[in-house]
């Protein structure tokens, strides 16, 4: 499964812990990252990440663009609600495209490990049928 992710600035750390915690799932899957989060993930877990630009240079944008190529299965993006972005509609994009497309998505803590245990369990597995 190919997994997407995304960490506002203050949820980063959050989300380096989040990838320490489920290391093991995640290393047997692909896994993409805006670049600043993936690199952090990276120093944090020696996970293989591949980073796109970072979020507020268009990352957002070519996770969308796989998105739309129905080449993600799952995303999470743990949002940070109380800070307004200057990129908020490349922000708002993925949450959009994950609707229209029907890519489950995670944007708090909770939520992702629901979506993470799925996919170890196997309850993903419906995504290889609709590719």
């Given amino acids: 499964m190919k997994i997407g992710l995304i960490a506002h600035d203050a949820k980063k750390i959050l989300m380096q812990n989040f990838c320490i915690a489920y290391k093991g799932i995640l290393e047997k899957n692909e896994v993409y990252a805006t670049g600043t989060t993936g690199r952090l993930i990276e120093e944090a877990t020696g996970l293989t990440i591949h980073k796109y630009l970072a979020g507020h240079l268009g990352g957002e944008n070519q996770l969308g663009s796989q998105i739309e190529n129905n080449d993600i299965d799952l995303v999470i993006f743990l949002r940070d609600p109380l800070t307004a972005k200057p990129h908020e509609p490349d922000v708002n994009i993925v949450v959009q495209l994950c609707d229209r497309y029907n890519i489950p998505l995670a944007t708090n ?17 419906w995504r290889e049928t609709v590719k």
């Fill in 109 to 125: 803590l909770a939520s992702a490990e629901l979506l993470i245990k799925a996919l170890d369990k196997g309850d993903m597995d």
